[in-house]
């Protein structure tokens, strides 16, 4: 792909977002750095940097420098980036090892000795915008009893295309000297300058990637009791995941744990709870090889997940909204003490009452789908009826996938 360049040969993705991208990715892979003591306190920043490099990298690739504007703002947004990668790379304790580079612009000082190139640019901020009446950074570049001032950058240096810099106006002058002068660089060095800094991220990147193999092999040092009941079991599994910060597993264990505990009022529900019982409980071996691998990211895809959240078949047009909505509103947080009445069922789409709603759809589901398989009385617990709804849901799969042999006896 041919690469778009503006009027001083500005190509518009010098600074590879990508970097950014995969840091990024590294730190919102795990919960650590949000919610970990050795490393929560580092999330603001780390959270200001990434945002701020974003939008710095942004500018500086679509920059088209024309107006001595443009040039002003490309020096303020390289001066974030340095900032923000400075800061970064302080608070990670990494060593910053462009701190003594000189490789981009080569100055020297009044003595004559090489100056860093973040000196260099510091002392440029301040000339340029930061200080233009009265320069106050760089003293290596300022004589005792000097005062300086800038009345322009320059965008356009009229004797040598894609050269950039800043006027200066000195209270000293000399013999061959009225002090006035130009201090140049070219602008492919001050882009040179400002990628080197911004590929840091890619170093701060690796940092993180070790901060969190190292909190993992910790973790990886406990290992799930798989001794005891089911229950016991998915207790231990559910510690272990909050200990790792990871919420979503969480609900979704607290929801496997509701199946076993949960009693049957209904004795001819018994065997076919048990049946969806004894299927999730096959799946809980893997469940734990994966928890004692620190691999959670697998949770997301595996038989223990289907099981306990089994696929709404489609059936027919309405049941997802109708289970959505048996899940919804027949819960206790919900219903706040509230019982099941026959006039629920009469209950429009209009009605204020989230709970009749909930029955309404459920009445629906018993006689479009769950009556072949589950028996549901109004007045079970709401708990018990999310249960059945999902065996339902599940004996219907298995029949469908005719893997009703493969559910253990």
């Known amino acids: 792909m041919e690469k778009r360049k503006g009027e001083l040969g500005l190509d518009k993705t010098f600074l590879d977002l990508k970097r950014l991208s995969r840091f990024r990715e590294a730190v919102n892979k795990t919960e650590i750095f949000y919610h970990s003591s050795e490393e929560k306190h580092n999330w603001n920043l780390i959270c200001a940097v990434m945002d701020r490099l974003g939008s710095a990298a942004e500018f500086l690739n679509r920059s088209d420098i024309k107006t001595e504007e443009d040039l002003i703002c490309f020096f303020v947004f390289t001066d974030i980036i340095y900032s923000c990668i400075t800061e970064l790379f302080k608070t990670l304790h990494l060593d910053y090892k462009l701190k003594d580079d000189s490789s981009c612009f080569n100055k020297t000082d009044l003595e004559g000795s090489a100056v860093s190139d973040d000196l260099f640019m510091k002392y440029i901020r301040s000339l340029s915008y930061a200080h233009s009446l009265g320069a106050r950074e760089g003293r290596k570049f300022i004589k005792k009893g000097e005062t300086q001032y800038s009345p322009w ?90 200990e790792r910060y990871e919420d979503g597993p969480c609900l979704l264990l607290d929801d496997a744990i509701d199946v076993f505990s949960i009693r049957s009022s209904d004795p001819r529900n018994d065997r076919v709870i048990e049946k969806y019982r004894r299927y999730i409980a096959s799946t809980i071996p893997q469940v734990c090889d994966m928890v004692d691998a620190v691999n959670e990211d697998a949770l997301n895809d595996c038989e223990f997940c289907k099981a306990v959240t089994p696929d709404i078949p489609e059936i027919y047009n309405g049941i997802g909204y109708q289970l959505e909505k048996i899940y919804s509103y027949l819960t206790d947080d919900e219903a706040h003490g509230q019982k099941f009445r026959k006039e629920m069922l009469e209950s429009g ?58 559910v253990p006896n």
């Not at 209009?350 to 029955?359: R, V």
């Not at 072949?372 to 065996?391: F, G, H, N, T």
């Open 153 to 242: 950058v320059i965008c356009n240096y009229p004797f040598e295309k894609g050269v950039v810099g800043v006027r200066l106006y000195s209270s000293v002058t000399g013999d061959s000297w009225d002090g006035l002068r130009d201090i140049l660089f070219s602008l492919s060095d001050l882009r040179k300058y400002v990628k080197m800094r911004f590929d840091q991220i890619s170093l701060a990147r690796i940092e993180i990637e070790k901060r969190v193999q190292r909190q993992k092999e910790a973790w990886g040092k406990r290992k799930i009791n798989r001794e005891g009941t089911t229950t016991d079991v998915l207790n231990d599994i559910s510690l272990v995941l909050k």
């Open 349 to 406: 789409p209009q009605t204020d009452s989230d709970l009749a709603w909930g029955f309404v759809q459920l009445s629906h589901f018993k006689e479009r789908f769950s009556d072949k398989y589950v028996q549901i009385d109004y007045s079970m617990p709401y708990p018990e009826i999310r249960l059945l709804v999902k065996v339902a849901i599940f004996l219907y799969n298995c029949e469908k996938k005719k893997t009703n042999e493969d």
